[in-house]
């Protein structure tokens, strides 16, 4: 059958297996680009209404933040969350120095539950980091509607 030296270094082997130690995904909130902190509570405005002289109001369904220099993420996770149950056009992009953008999330009426929150990962491309991670929250049935949003860089 088996000789203990087989036996032996099997176990030894599956042993040996379970004590390397796993190591654990390290993530850090990035800051708001424009703001304090890294976690952005809005209400959903109106759209811009331009005029000749100037716009009337702005919108502000564009939120950015920032992705250090320096530093090279595995992915990015944008977390979105809501004290009522809303619905919500929400898109999501990396952003890149030669001005281009991913997009890796865009879903129209989506709905944000309070004990549900919409969690998107993103991986950036193989040979460059974004500068930038951007939310964009609109929709004519998310006027008036508040969301809480942030976004962490993982190694």
Do not use: H
Not at 30 to 38: F, K, Y
Not at 122 to 144: D, E, H, I, M, W
């Amino acid at each position: 059958m088996f000789s203990p030296l087989i036996l032996l270094s099997f176990f030894s082997l599956f042993f040996c297996s379970l004590i390397v130690p796993i190591r654990a995904e390290t993530c850090k909130p990035l800051p708001l680009v424009g703001g304090e902190g890294s976690t952005v509570t809005k209400t959903v405005s109106q759209p811009t209404i331009p005029t000749r002289f100037g716009n009337i109001t702005n919108s502000n369904w564009n939120t950015d933040w920032a992705v250090p220099g320096g530093e090279s993420f595995k992915r990015y996770v944008v977390t979105v969350t809501s004290k009522d149950d809303n619905s919500f056009d929400i898109r999501m992009y990396l952003k890149y120095s030669d001005q281009t953008a991913d997009e890796f999330f865009n879903e129209e009426g989506y709905t944000v539950n309070p004990d549900q929150p919409l969690k998107v990962s993103a991986n950036p491309r193989k040979s460059t980091q974004p500068y930038q991670v951007n939310l964009f929250v609109n929709g004519v049935a998310s006027f008036g509607k508040t969301y809480t949003a942030t976004v962490m860089g993982c190694f």
